[in-house]
């Protein structure tokens, strides 16, 4: 993990290094694809210990709010932020013509998952069947949707509940799975000390990169010319 936070910093500042001598940037933006928390603590170090202002920069690490209305891929298109920290959806985007630009992968797999109660005994592919889902109903839910591709699974065949994240849901046992972080929702359940069962895509033989850091291809145009 530690190696993983020491290739982010190098990266990042290296890339701004670059940047401040082209274009004497002072101040950029970077977009976090959840709240602030550990899964980013690479940005929050760099910043703390100045590596960026040593570069003549001052990063805004921006969280996301939590809801459905902030597509960050989308934002980034825009140009409304220069960075943004999230995941492999944004190959979707990138097919459909997106100019965004990957500079590197952070998590070298994805840190989701399936997870439901242990006493579900939710296990099989038929198991799946008919059962409720709480995710977010879009469309570039990468992992979700190729895992169900995989599994021979079509959406029509689960009960998609598009509702917001958390364990409380599972709990009280209004949906039977979550679509969860490892880091975040499962860390809740351990925490609460409930039995629980987990399925990752790496679990059927997928495997997908996790966070990655991103950028506009005009920024990225500008950066390297």
Known sequence: MKKQYVGLLLLFIAFMG?????????????????????????YYIAKEKGFYRDVGIDVDLLEHNGGQALDIYQELADGKVDFAAT???????????????????????????????????????QDLLGKRFAM????????????????????????????SYGVNNLINDEVDFIDAYVSNEVFALVEKNILHDEKRPLDFGLDFYGDGLFTHKNFSTIVHS
């Open 136 to 163: 977010h109903n879009r469309h570039k839910l990468t992992e979700t949707s190729a895992l169900l591709n995989h599994l021979g699974i079509a959406k029509s065949d689960i009960q998609i509940m598009d509702i």
């Open 18 to 42: 670059t940047a401040h001598s082209a274009q004497n940037i002072e101040h950029v933006s970077l977009r976090l694809n959840w709240k602030h928390q550990f899964q980013f603590a690479g």
């Open 87 to 125: 995941g492999p959806a944004a190959v979707g985007y990138f097919l459909e013509g997106a100019p965004i630009v990957a500079l590197g992968a952070i998590f070298q797999q994805t840190p989701r998952a399936w997870v439901s109660l242990s006493s579900k005994k939710l296990h099989s592919k």
